[in-house]
């Protein structure tokens, strides 16, 4: 499913995930709400039990994993001929139970700092490689959830987001340029000393022309 979303970490799968619960919602096709939760979250656990998909790999994938993997991390989105493994396979039918499921799989993925399952098709994976499945996974999911009234609630979201975020670098990049200043010992010349130094130069500038014996 094309997604005009563009998840990267854990982070933003949760503030999507908040915009989802918070704003009227159906599904684009038969896929419901609760396997989409579901799947993401039994993806998330495997990842951090250690626990092996019910399918061993392939020796196909095992040749061409780390290449598939490369081919989704450059693309960012699944394709037709890089699909996601067991896909949905059925609706347990509790919504609410998975929306929790999944939101603590969130957290516990957060939280854990190893070791990592290895993946069904791209082999070993570190926290940082699994994060970007995740969120690549979360991106292609979530375009299943046609939502109603969502634009407006994103907008004021992104826009303090980003608006938070120049004011840091902003902020960041002065303390750098005064710290530089600093230990290079520079010093700037007050506007006193300046002046001095331009009327300084302007009369010895005349003092040089009126030396060259010119017409009394």
């Known amino acids: ?47 951090i039990q250690g626990i ?10 095992k040749l061409l994993g780390k290449y598939k993997f490369a081919k989704l991390i450059s693309t960012g989105n699944y394709t037709k001929a890089n699909q996601i493994p067991g896909f949905p396979p059925r609706d347990l039918g509790d919504a609410q139970a998975a929306e929790l499921r999944l939101k603590t799989s969130l957290t516990a993925f957060k939280l854990h700092s190893g070791p990592f399952a290895e993946h069904q098709v791209f082999g070993e994976l570190d926290k940082k490689q699994w994060e970007r499945v995740h969120s690549i996974l979360a991106t292609y999911l979530f375009g299943y959830i046609q939502l109603f009234g969502d634009e407006k ?12 975020k ?3 670098e902003k902020k960041h990049h002065h303390h750098q340029g ?8 520079d010093t700037k010349p007050s506007g006193h000393n300046s002046r001095k130094w331009k009327n300084k130069k302007k009369f010895h500038y005349k ?10």
């Open 166 to 168: 120049n004011f840091a």
């Open 153 to 164: 609630l994103r907008f004021l979201k992104d826009r303090e987001n980003k608006k938070d």
């Open 207 to 216: 003092g040089n022309k009126n030396q060259g014996g010119g017409p009394k």
């Open 1 to 47: 499913m094309k997604s005009n979303l563009k998840l990267k970490t854990i982070d933003d799968i949760e503030r999507e995930l908040t915009i989802i619960l918070a704003c009227e919602r159906k599904q684009k096709s038969d896929i419901t709400l609760s396997q989409i939760f579901d799947f993401l979250a039994e993806s998330i656990e495997v990842s």
């Open 52 to 61: 092996s998909y019910n399918k061993k790999r392939t020796t196909i994938n």
């Open 178 to 185: 005064q710290k530089k200043k600093e230990d290079r010992g």
